[in-house]
């Protein structure tokens, strides 16, 4: 019954959209295509006039050899908060999450973490040793990366850090900045377990040690397990090679696993029986709990989600009728099985759609359409995966954690969207 209701529901919606389409100044077109009111712009350049885009040549394909966005989406970028680390070069830029669609995000704009600033690495000069509790150590260029076994994934990266700023309550902050520690592209590279079939493995081998090649020597230990799993040693991104933010020339991907276990240019690859016990691992990336103990090796990010638009970087452009609210759900558990959004801050929930492709460990794009009735709301969305977890509340994730911490926190978001269609980060209890 419910999914009937819900069918009805988007069917009015649809019916609403275009009767309100004719009221405010909308044509439908004899093809049934709804064209939208006419945006402030150039009169002489709209209809019935011939654009001045229309009377002259534009560039040829010699003037734009590598493809840039349009000069009106220069407002698409990514964004730091400069005060919020000691130095640029131990910082974090932003993912513009509120400006995209889709589950791909795209090279240029993949939120950045650095602890050294960017490693610049010729590709002549690169070297991936593999040694430790091997049969016989190795080191391979980036060639020979190339030459081995390839494979193509999906999968989001998040930043452990990523809604950090909310633990204790809500910041003025849009979702680009209480989200966007997150992208999702399509990586090509080496599964893990090729390089180390090839060194191969000594019987008391349970650990790697993963060192990266910038300044900082970023070092995290990660289980066997993990590595003989879904771990790729990657070079492209979206089919390019790597950008020099994102660890060009490699890299390694661990599925579902915090971003600060992606070790960036990497270079060597140790074999161990235990954990090193790195500072990355011991004084940071650890969740402190309210008794002053701390949560360690949590390295699975847990299902969650969030309204991308409306939000307050993407306010309602429009007073009333028909509208698409859109999201971003993921899980380091699995596919998104399901994601329900309300409209009153939690009261009642209703099924929103899931769009494109769910696929494992990667962000899945939902939309709900409804008839906005010009009120306020409270928009929430909580995501479902298919181990049967659910996103929890902020208040329930305290409960249990604290507000020491500030990783690992998938609580539910909240937009409070006012009559102007302005929209506010909020909390309700």
């Known amino acids: 019954m419910r999914d009937q209701d819900e069918a009805q529901e988007k069917r009015t ?27 402030a712009g150039n009169p002489k350049n709209q209809p019935p006039h011939v654009a001045d885009w229309s009377r002259t040549l534009g560039d040829g394909v010699a003037v734009r050899a590598y493809g840039k966005p349009s000069k009106h989406e220069a407002n698409v970028i990514r964004r730091d908060v400069q005060w919020l680390t000691a130095a640029r070069e131990s910082s974090v830029s932003f993912t513009p999450i509120h400006e995209l669609d889709g589950i791909i995000t795209p090279n240029g704009v993949c939120f950045e973490r650095h602890h050294a600033g960017i490693a610049e690495i010729a590709p002549a000069d690169y070297r991936l040793i593999v040694h430790g509790l091997v049969d016989k150590p190795l080191v391979f260029t980036l060639d020979d990366l190339k030459r081995m076994p390839r494979v193509n994934r999906a999968y989001f990266c998040e930043c452990a850090a990523n809604s950090g700023m909310e633990w204790r309550g809500a910041q003025l902050n849009g979702a ?9 592209v399509m990586y090509t590279g080496v599964p893990l377990r090729v390089l180390l079939q090839e060194a191969g493995l000594k019987p008391n081998a349970k650990w790697l040690l993963l060192e990266g090649g910038d300044a900082a020597a970023m070092t995290r230990s990660l289980p066997l397990q993990k590595a003989l799993d879904d771990a790729l040693v990657a070079y492209r991104m979206n089919g390019e090679m790597l950008y020099p933010e994102n660890g060009y020339p490699a890299r390694i991907v661990l599925p579902g696993w915090e971003a600060n276990m992606w070790v960036k240019w990497l270079r060597r690859i140790e074999v161990g029986d235990q954990p090193w016990h790195q500072r990355e691992e011991t004084s940071k990336y650890t969740d402190l709990l309210e008794n002053g103990k701390a949560r360690r090796f949590t390295y699975v990010m847990d299902a969650k989600s969030v309204i991308t638009g409306p939000s307050p970087q993407a306010p309602l452009n429009h007073k009333s009728g028909f509208t698409v609210l859109s999201g971003l759900a993921w899980s380091g558990r699995g596919k998104i099985a399901r994601v329900d959004v309300s409209l009153d801050g939690g009261r009642n929930w209703r099924t929103a759609r899931l769009d494109g492709p769910v696929w494992d460990k990667a962000l899945t794009r939902f939309y709900y359409e409804f008839d906005w009735d010009g009120r306020e709301l409270l928009l929430q969305s909580r ?14 994730l305290r409960k249990i954690r604290g507000v020491n911490s500030i990783y690992h926190n998938n609580g539910i978001q909240t937009w409070h969207v ?3 269609g302005e929209v506010e980060n909020v909390e309700v209890s």
């Open 383 to 396: 995501a479902m995966d298919e181990s049967g977890y659910v996103q929890p509340t902020k208040n329930a």
């Open 176 to 184: 680009q900045y209480t989200h966007g520690m997150v992208h999702c």
């Open 418 to 420: 006012h009559k102007s």
């Open 13 to 39: 919606s649809r019916r609403a959209f275009l009767r309100a389409g004719l009221a405010t100044g909308g044509a439908v077109l004899g093809g049934g295509a709804l064209a939208a009111p006419q945006a």
